[in-house]
């Protein structure tokens, strides 16, 4: 029943947590705990089901136990038709993570310049679709012009998007987050900039690794954040 349930819930792309026992009494024993309320399984494994913020094994009363999120994919929003934006919807495609490339300039935002965008959005960010970015969806404005930058960021921050990077020097960081203060933008703190970790990339290719890289470490909860 607990499989039943769990492939119904994949496909409904509802969100929750599986427990199951690997190591120790009780070995196989599962409960899947679903975010609207749904238990399937071993209802003794309840309180290890509650605030799990990332999977991975926990050690309890002489068990290991194996919690895993389940839920859709992560999306990924990215702001800007350029070369790295398709790179990093390719690599992105790989892990199994949803993309969505937005640029209000029609002429740059098309499927032959982005060929593995999951989706091509033609629109400013202030008129973003409903539901396109929210806290499961990760933002990267690839874009130099502030007219579409910062409105990216902001929309980025406002939907609570789990992580928000932007290229730009260092020094453009400071002024963007102090602009986008200015304008009442909370949570500038959390853009991650220069986006992307160090790891001395160049071409499109290898910048957009380094972006995928930062993104999959925050996800997994791992790494020192700028």
Known sequence: MIWERLREALE???????????????V???????????????ASLAPYAEGVEASGTVEAEGRTLLRELIGPPLRLVVF???DVAEALCAIAGTLGWRTAVVDPRPGLATRERLPSAGEIVVAWPDDLPEGL??????VVSLVHEERIDAPA????????????GALGSRRAQER?????AERGVGGVERISGPVGLDLGGETPAE????????????????????
């Open 133 to 138: 970015v929210d806290e499961r969806t990760a």
């Open 80 to 82: 800007g038709a350029v």
């Open 12 to 26: 409904r792309e509802e969100r929750g947590v599986l427990v199951t026992v690997v190591a120790g009494e009780g």
């Open 176 to 180: 963007r987050r102090a602009a986008l």
């Open 207 to 226: 910048i957009a690794l380094s972006i995928a890289a930062e993104i999959l470490a925050r996800l997994r909860g791992a790494g020192d954040w700028k």
């Open 28 to 42: 196989g024993a599962k409960l899947l705990a679903l975010e609207g309320g749904d238990r399937v399984g071993d």
């Open 153 to 164: 960021c902001a929309a980025a921050l406002e939907a609570n998007a789990f992580y928000v």
